[in-house]
């Protein structure tokens, strides 16, 4: 009785209330399964109020002006709509049902898009095209008319690399601890799955979390928010995979409260023996699942989800230009070859990420609403490769297997300024890549070469004659399946043959596959309480464990016996090695091992047994953070403090040989210098354990050292609400950001060695040092809104400078003949710029939207590396003592140079249309500039143009004239690269560009100039994309859709979406000379020339769906 | 319902056509080995020519390659005699077939041969060879030793580089930084581009090191058969000794090394100094600059020497000489053995042939490795109970 009569009274109370006031509600359905929207932005334009509908599709808004309102209503994967009201005063108003039509454009968008970002391309060098910025908010006209349109040209929000944006689902944290990006490829092809979330701009108030410089992203996936029945769906593509099927159906909420949905998609590709085409040699299978119950009951929600999806798909590279033209297609793939008569990749991803999530909301009462998240996901992710044993590279386009290489080292005199002038135009470009297919600019053939005029007797042409170069140029251009594909025949030949000759041996090619796997166990809770007037307090804490989990297992021994597990490189090597460290081979034969603990059998067999490397980055990662917002009529203001505390730390079940060598040359240099370095190696740990007789067995663990790092940030945020249409928002941030264990180990397949400032914060005894790891970040955006019944939209001017970045590169050396690792530090950057939108309707059936970003994203300091190689190698030899030096510190010029994240000038037009009988059809025009190649730091290093690094080292092969003296400058000066007080590169004697770059003569130019990737013909800057669609209502609430998306309309095959220099510079000795130092760089600075990523050419997605 | 039926047809169909994942069968060696039956076939446009006819047929004297208008070798033509040391043939791209069949002799492992393939042919019970020039690094990994190779000529090219006959393609040197380098500019014999061999080379059958044919004599034999300052008159002769498989017995390292002509003998010197071309074992470093590094060899009962050619790159080349030490090499001589490799003939410059300055060190064996297949069998002279234990270059012991 008493449990009625407070009822009663909380009833009575509510109405009253509603009767004193304002108030709107409403509810939002689908106009063709009639079912009510969940999650939909419902907005009063005039009075900037906004709220998102529930489990039925209702909204409510309280405490309004009586006045005549615009009702913008918005929802993912619908066409936004407004309605006109007139609110009459202390009334509960109350607005028929708003039926939304769905959005199949922006439906089949978001697929493709999806799709697009978790197809990335890898190469040998470990290198992947950048991911373009792939989440919209269908609320900002900015970000919802360039995720996709800008998509191929991967464009980048604000030029920023993938790690700093924000990714969650549930609100609990998903990207990667060890490289800060979100793996798409989980919920690859789940489209309805991951249909709703919430996007957030730049700095901007989250409620989910901090935030950051980058974009925050919610996926909110609980079932309730699916529109209930049956979505079957078939889709047609020439894209990597031809086909996808999927399945949806949502319960909608059941009388007894729960909701059920779920998802099966299965996207596939055989293999399709087809030169040429858009992803040649590439198979792909995937079979995404979703699982998702909700309960709601009170003012609680539990939700319950789980996704994977089992993928198996093909890989390609980028390759250089050379190899696009001479095989004629942009889409050319160096990974398969012909096998028994069938196509075979060589790289063949595998993923699969499970992941269970549970979530509880708690509407405490009216003002106070809490979250708590938990999840785990594991991730299976490996790619295949081919690894080879005292065998030829396997690769097609190995540098060696190209025309190109027939002219290396027959460039006559590359110091004659004159002579130069015969192979570059004015501005030092090479000349075309048509050098290298048999003809000079003028026409001439060059196959049988010609003498150069300026060095009577020096000869100009490739190395071979005309016949044998033709000839394996026309393997090339007819696309000949030994040369251009992998020899499958050969390799199984080759194991064979090693079987009868050495059969104990390792084979000489097997497939081996690299596991990347990852395992994180997450929780989050949120809090958000508005108690008080116009206040919104947010508070959130976020723990995360994370374990990188690498190892290798051999998928096919390729006909061979059985893989010896050594290192290919230090057994290679090993004579060098051995001098080099004062050893005999015989003393050091542990090095070539990958584990040499005894008792450790290296006989590897494809039996899944782990070999090569086996080791675990153990990560932790704690965040707290609040924020207050203030909401008034005319000012909104907010701000906002976390703390984030990240640990990381190496595990290995492996003893790696290069490891113990390491150490041990380390030990022999502690004792000579004074320093205190050999226990980087292992941890010291490790070593008392194995020292003390612990862990002695293989697969016993050996704990590396802890390190840990905790960063404040802050941001705050200000809304100037001039009226109810037009608004200024001002937004800034300030944060220090912990290295990720991708860029922290200096080479973790085979040690525990971090990078130098590390050790530096780990026994920082003052605030300088205690940051020495970190990167700083300053950031400010400030933006104009506007939002009027026919046009809206905003323009936006940021401002970000990062500080003391860390890069980690790896690639071969030709001076210490072996692979080096890199390690940069103190690495600033700049972006800055603008971005603008603006959406105009153009009578009942037309919008025209306009999209620009123009930004200027740079390095803005040099940066220190030191080098060292993996296997142990000395980088140099000390010039006066004869010592020799295993690791090399210099600067290397990067300041001034532009990032090489995606286009840096994007404009766009889009003219959509859209009939109330459900025809959409949109065009798009997109214009994309100043889009600048990753640049190798290998060949900016300041000791290449002086001789002399910052350490005081010489360098063995550098661009010094004939005399070995320093480049000079073009008013005769030598140049010289000094460093200031503050660490930055300073050029004696040089003569500047615009950004403070020196400008110097051939080759500093032709090795250092940072190309521009955008076509030479500003034509082939734009791309169109088109699409139309047909949405029919069918009886019984059922509906048909159909749409058909071009890509790339006009087959636009000049479009360069990436690329990156390679780190290997060609080093040549000067023959018959005794000086091992004077050695020079041989003049051909193409020999390992640039890699590119194109567009696709014209691509199609048809999609048809069946909902019922 | 019918459109629910179609679209049930459509999405099952889809699911079926996909899930047929088409996987490539491996290979077996019938699939990858070319068969006698198969050489037939192949060869059946043209002729397969044993080595010496082969060379006989194709390798002209002067070469037909270089003209007046293109330079060639400065060096390479001995006025005198008419002889050039460097030559290129081309052979003709098409036309019929033109075929050449051997077994490997070589193994680039040890790291003792770099982008140089050597065939064995047995005519008549006696071993014919023949240099292929191949840029292929760690060759030997595909083409291994003991395996046979059908090779299909046309359109590369026959030549000799310092009179070394070979098969190759024509190469234009343009090292002008070369020591002498305005006598070394020119057409030379070069290596075939690797996807070019590959496409024309066939491999026949499994590898079998079995059926290898050794030439096992004495150094007192082995010059019975060459001739240590040949003459224009029987330089095609010589050519032809080149690449022969050896096993050179009762042999043993003198402690002495080749400096441009004259003896000298090995020391102590670090092997990693600069110019320490006279340290005690197989190659010290010339300091990446790579030529080989000449051990003598003498024979027992002769006076006879012939160079051991090594190179600085070989995992072996820090290894003492039989009988040397830290100490030096007064014992080399009481270690005696076999040797094992392959004869090589190398003249490179014109002047001295046609000066008559051969000094017979134009002569070597290169072995392919450090024991097993090169350096071998060596033991304290007339006790194979103290056998040599090869060790290696330690600079502790300094």
Not at chain 1, 21 to 26: D, R, V, W
Not at chain 1, 141 to 150: I, L, M
Not at chain 2, 89 to 112: E, V
């Amino acid at each position: 009785m008493r449990n009625k009569l407070f009822s009663l009274m909380f009833v009575l109370a509510i109405s009253l209330t509603a009767f004193a006031q304002t108030s709107l509600k409403g509810r939002v359905i689908d106009e063709a399964t009639q079912t009510p929207v969940v999650g939909a932005k419902v907005t009063l334009a005039n009075q900037n109020i906004s709220t998102t509908t529930n489990a039925a599709g209702e909204f409510s808004l309280l405490y309004l002006d009586a006045i005549d309102e615009e009702v913008l209503i918005e929802a993912d994967g619908y066409v936004a709509a407004l309605e006109l009201v007139n609110l009459q005063a202390e009334q509960a108003n109350r607005m028929d049902d708003i039926a939304l039509q769905q959005d199949i454009v922006t439906q089949a968008q978001d697929e493709i898009l999806l799709n697009l970002t978790e197809e990335e391309m890898t190469d040998d060098e470990g290198r992947s095209q950048s991911q373009a910025s792939s989440s919209s908010a269908s609320t900002d006209v900015f970000n919802s008319n360039t995720s996709f349109a800008w998509s191929t040209a991967r464009y980048r929000n604000r030029g920023y690399q993938s790690n700093v944006e924000n990714y969650y689902i549930e609100g609990l944290n998903f990207s990667s601890q060890e490289r800060g990006q979100f793996n798409y490829s989980a919920m690859g092809g789940l489209n309805d799955a991951s249909r709703y979330k919430e996007v957030l701009n730049p700095m901007e108030a989250t409620n989910f979390t901090f935030g950051g410089i980058g974009q925050s992203t919610n996926y909110l996936m609980g079932a309730s928010r699916y529109a209930q029945g049956w979505k079957v769906g078939a889709a047609g593509t020439n894209r990597n995979y031809k086909a996808r099927v999927n399945a949806t159906y949502a319960s909608g909420v059941l009388p007894s409260g729960w909701a059920f949905t779920a998802q099966l998609a299965y996207r596939f590709s055989p293999y399709i023996d087809n030169k040429g085409i858009i992803g040649e040699g590439i198979k792909y299978y995937s079979l995404g699942y979703f699982f998702t119950a909700e309960k709601i009951w009170d003012n609680k929600r539990l939700k319950l989800l789980t996704f994977g999806a089992p993928t198996e798909r093909g890989q390609n590279a980028a390759v250089t230009q050379e190899v696009y033209d001479l095989t004629g297609s942009n889409n050319y793939n160096p990974y398969w070859g012909y096998q028994n008569g069938q196509v075979r990749n060589s790289r063949i991803v595998k993923s699969f990420d499970p992941t269970v999530i549970a979530a509880f909301e708690y509407n405490i009462d009216e003002q106070q609403k809490m979250k708590v998240a938990a999840g785990y996901h594991y991730s299976w992710y490996s790619n295949s490769a081919l690894n080879f044993y005292n065998a030829p590279d396997p690769r097609p386009d190995y540098y060696r297997n190209l025309p190109s290489f027939m002219w290396d080292g027959q460039i006559a005199n590359p110091n004659n300024e004159t002579s130069a002038q015969q192979l570059f135009d004015a501005a030092g470009n090479h000349y075309p890549w048509g050098l290298f297919i048999g003809e000079d600019m003028k026409g001439n053939s060059l196959g049988s070469g010609f003498e150069d005029p300026m060095t009577p007797g020096s000869w100009i042409g490739p190395s071979v004659d005309q016949e044998q170069y033709m000839n394996l140029v026309n393997l090339w251009r007819n696309r000949d399946n030994k040369t251009t594909q992998i020899d499958w025949d050969n390799i199984y030949a080759s194991n064979y043959a090693n079987n009868q000759t050495n059969p104990n041996g390792a084979a000489r090619y097997i497939l081996e596959r690299r596991h990347n796997d990852i395992q994180e166990l997450n929780a989050s809770f949120n809090y958000v309480n508005t108690k008080y007037d116009h206040l919104k307090m947010t508070l959130g804490v976020e723990g995360k464990y994370s374990q990188g989990i690498h190892y290798k297992t051999i998928d096919d021994l390729l006909g061979g016996n059985q893989w010896i597990d050594i290192d290919a490189f230090a057994d290679r090597d090993i004579k060098e090695l051995a001098s080099n460290s004062g050893f005999t081979q015989a003393d050091i034969e542990n090095v070539r091992k990958n584990e040499i603990r005894d008792g450790y059998n290296n006989v590897t067999l494809a039996n899944g047994r782990h070999f090569g490397y086996d080791y675990r980055i153990n990560m932790g990662n704690m965040k707290a953070w609040f924020q207050n917002e203030w909401n008034f009529n005319e000012v909104d203001l907010y701000y906002a403090l976390a703390f984030e505390y990240n640990s990381m730390q190496r595990t290995t079940t492996m003893y790696n040989g290069r490891a113990w060598y390491l150490t041990t040359i380390a030990q022999n240099q502690d004792a000579l210098n004074g320093t205190d370095n050999y226990w980087k190696y292992l941890g010291k740990k490790a070593l008392d354990d194995l020292t003390n007789g612990r862990n002695n067995a293989p697969g016993n663990t050996l704990v590396g050292m802890e390190h840990s790092f905790l960063d404040p940030a802050f941001k705050l945020g200000l809304t100037y609400k001039i009226n109810g249409r037009n608004r200024l928002k001002l937004n800034a941030l300030a944060e220090t950001r912990a290295p990720y264990a991708r860029d922290a180990y200096i080479s973790q397949r085979v040690h525990d060695r971090v990078v130098e400032n590390i050790y530096t914060h780990d026994n920082a005894k003052n605030l300088t040092d205690f940051y020495a790891a970190s990167e700083k970040v300053a950031a400010a955006d400030l933006t104009y809104e506007f939002n009027y019944p026919v046009i809206r939209g905003r323009i936006t001017g940021f401002f970000t400078q990062s500080w003391n970045g860390t890069e980690l590169n790896g690639y071969y050396d030709d001076e210490a003949r072996t692979f080096v690792n890199q390690a940069m530090t103190g690495i600033d950057k700049r972006y800055m710029g603008v971005e603008a939108a603006a959406a105009v309707k153009l009578g009942t059936y037309f919008t025209l939207t306009g999209v620009a970003s123009v930004g200027d994203y740079r390095y803005t300091s040099d940066a220190i590396a030191v080098t060292s190689a993996e296997n142990g190698m000395p980088m140099t030899q000390d010039q006066s003592t004869k010592a020799l030096v295993f690791e090399t510190k210099d600067k290397v010029l990067l300041k001034g140079l532009k990032l090489s994240t995606g286009p840096q000038v994007n404009a766009s037009l889009k003219l959509s249309f859209f009939h109330p009988k459900m025809w959409f059809a949109d065009i798009t025009v997109s214009y994309h500039d100043w889009n600048y190649l990753s640049v190798a730091p290998s060949r900016r290093m300041q000791g290449l143009y002086t001789g002399t690094r910052m350490d005081g080292t010489a360098v063995n092969g550098w661009f010094g004239d004939e005399n070995a003296n320093a480049i000079q400058t073009t008013d005769g000066q030598l140049l010289r690269v000094n460093v200031d007080a503050d660490g930055n590169a300073t050029y004696e004697n040089a003569v500047m560009d615009a950004n403070g770059v020196p400008v110097l003569k051939y080759p500093y130019n032709i090795m250092t100039m940072q190309e521009n990737i955008a076509a030479t013909n500003p034509l082939n800057r734009f791309l169109i994309d088109a699409s139309v669609g047909k949405l029919l209502y069918l009886p019984n609430r059922q509906s048909l859709s159909i749409n058909l998306s071009v890509t790339n309309l006009t087959n636009n095959t000049h479009f360069k979406t990436g690329g990156y220099q390679q780190a290997r510079l060609p080093r040549a000795v000067r023959q018959g000379e005794l000086d091992y130092q004077n050695s020079i760089i041989t003049a051909n600075a193409w020999k390992y020339p640039s890699k590119y990523y194109y567009a696709w050419g014209a691509n199609f997605f048809l999609t048809v769906t069946y909902k019922f | 319902m019918k459109t629910q039926k179609y679209l049930s047809y459509l999405v099952l169909g889809t699911l079926v056509l996909g899930l047929v994942s088409c996987e490539p069968k491996a290979l077996t060696e019938e699939d990858v080995f070319v068969s006698e039956d198969k050489v037939a076939e192949l060869t059946a446009d043209g002729q397969v020519y044993d080595l010496n006819d082969f060379l006989d047929r194709f390798m002209t004297e002067e070469g037909t390659y270089h003209n007046d208008t293109t330079p060639y070798r400065e060096r390479s033509y001995d006025a005198t005699h008419g002889i050039y040391l460097y030559s290129v043939d081309t052979l003709p791209a098409g036309g019929p077939g033109i075929y050449i069949r051997g077994r490997i002799t070589t193994d680039d492992y040890a790291g003792n041969f770099y982008k140089s393939i050597i065939i064995q042919q047995i005519v008549g019970g006696q071993q014919q060879n023949l240099r292929i020039s191949v840029d292929l690094g760690s060759s030997a990994g595909m083409y291994q030793m003991g395996q046979e190779i059908l090779i299909r000529c046309n359109g590369l090219a026959v030549g000799r580089y310092a009179n070394q006959p070979q098969l190759c393609v024509p190469s234009y040197n343009n090292n002008i930084y070369a020591m002498n380098a305005s006598q070394k500019v020119g057409w030379c014999p070069g290596r075939i581009p690797g996807p070019a061999f590959r496409k024309v080379a066939y491999m026949i059958g499994v590898p079998d090191v079995s059926k290898l044919q050794y030439d096992e004599l004495t150094l007192a034999e082995l010059y019975t058969q060459i001739e240590l300052k040949p003459a224009a008159t029987n330089m095609d002769a010589v050519r032809k000794m080149d690449g022969r498989l050896i096993r050179l017995k009762n042999v043993h390292f003198t402690g002495q090394y080749d400096d441009n002509g004259s003896l000298k003998n090995c020391d102590t010197t670090n092997p990693d100094t600069i110019g320490g071309g006279g340290a005690n074992v197989f190659a010290p470093s010339t300091q990446n600059i790579g030529y080989p590094q000449s051990r003598v060899l003498g024979g027992q009962g002769t006076t006879s020497t012939i160079m051991c050619s090594n190179s600085e790159y070989a995992k072996f080349a820090y290894y003492y000489l039989p009988g040397a030490d830290k100490t030096g090499v007064d014992n080399c001589n009481t270690y005696t053995g076999t040797v094992t490799g392959i004869l090589g003939w190398y003249l490179d410059k014109a002047s001295d042939l046609a000066s008559n300055k051969l000094t017979g060190y134009e002569w070597s064996v290169t072995p392919r490795g450090i024991p097993g297949i090169g350096v071998e069998d060596i033991s304290m002279t007339n006790d194979h109970d103290d056998p040599w234990i090869p060790k290696e270059y330690d600079p502790k012991d300094r």
